[in-house]
Nanobody, 122 residues
């Protein structure tokens, strides 16, 4: 089992940047593929980015490709999401999640953090 805690959310103007972090407990972090998802009010939770166990393979939603970068530091048990050129439509609660496989769908992820709010003002 792994416990996940996100941090780094906040309020930023359009065009700005934020870096989210997700700290994982336990010694099994490097056994999981990791992902970032987000959920805006009244909308379903959607995929943002995913990264393989080693960090060599990454996937991105089309809406964030070229603006967001997912990375991980297995020595620190930490997942990151660097978000640049933020837009008001990026406003959402952002969740990190852990999966036994590299996946882009919510149902494939077994463990979830509590989320961190990101608000982008226009």
């Amino acid at each position: 089992q792994v416990q996940l805690v996100e941090s780094g959310g906040g309020l930023v103007q359009a065009g700005g940047s934020l870096r989210l972090s997700c700290a994982a407990s336990g010694r099994t972090f490097n056994r999981y593929a990791m992902g970032w998802f987000r959920q805006a009010p009244g909308k379903e939770r959607e995929f943002v980015a995913a990264i393989s166990l080693s960090g060599r393979t990454t996937y991105y939603a089309d809406s964030v490709k070229g603006r967001f970068t997912i990375s991980r530091d297995n020595a620190k048990n930490t997942l990151y999401l660097q978000m640049n050129s933020l837009k008001p439509e990026d406003t959402a609660v952002y969740y990190c999640a852990a999966s036994r496989i590299l996946a882009t769908t919510v149902r494939e992820y077994d463990y979830w953090g509590q989320g961190t709010q990101v608000t982008v003002s226009s």
